[in-house]
Nanobody
Framework: QVQLVESGGGSVQAGGSLRLSCAVYGVYSSANCVAWFRQDPGKRREGVASIDRQWRTTYADSVQGRFTISKDNAKNTLYLQMNSLKAEDTAMYYC????????????????WGQGTQVTVSS
């Protein structure tokens, strides 16, 4: 059974840090790409960062230099370290997996978690 379970969200003040985790069940070994997306109510879902099987990473311009995506293959877990958080980072964060190469559009991803809320107060 495929399941992605996010954790680590919460409320922080601007400038603070959070680390999100995503435990991936049933698809981790076959997924070529795992990624983080975020969505604020009324806005479209946007890509935050991705990492593929060869450990190549991509980041949205808005988080470059502040966020770091990583994974632990032994634990089948994806991480997102978020530093220097800003109010505009407030959103529901989702992890996603795809069997093919990393893609920018959320619609290209096959599997999704339920999301974890990140709220940054200024």
């Amino acid at each position: 059974q495929v399941q992605l379970v996010e954790s680590g969200g919460g409320s922080v003040q601007a400038g603070g840090s959070l680390r999100l985790s995503c435990a991936v069940y049933g698809v981790y070994s076959s997924a070529n790409c795992v990624a983080w997306f975020r969505q604020d109510p009324g806005k479209r879902r946007e890509g935050v960062a991705s990492i593929d099987r060869q450990w190549r990473t991509t980041y949205a311009d808005s988080v470059q230099g502040r966020f770091t995506i990583s994974k632990d293959n032994a634990k089948n877990t994806l991480y997102l370290q978020m530093n220097s958080l800003k109010a505009e980072d407030t959103a529901m964060y989702y992890c996603a997996a795809r069997s093919r190469f990393c893609a920018q559009s959320w619609s290209d991803y096959d599997y999704w978690g339920q999301g974890t809320q990140v709220t940054v107060s200024s």
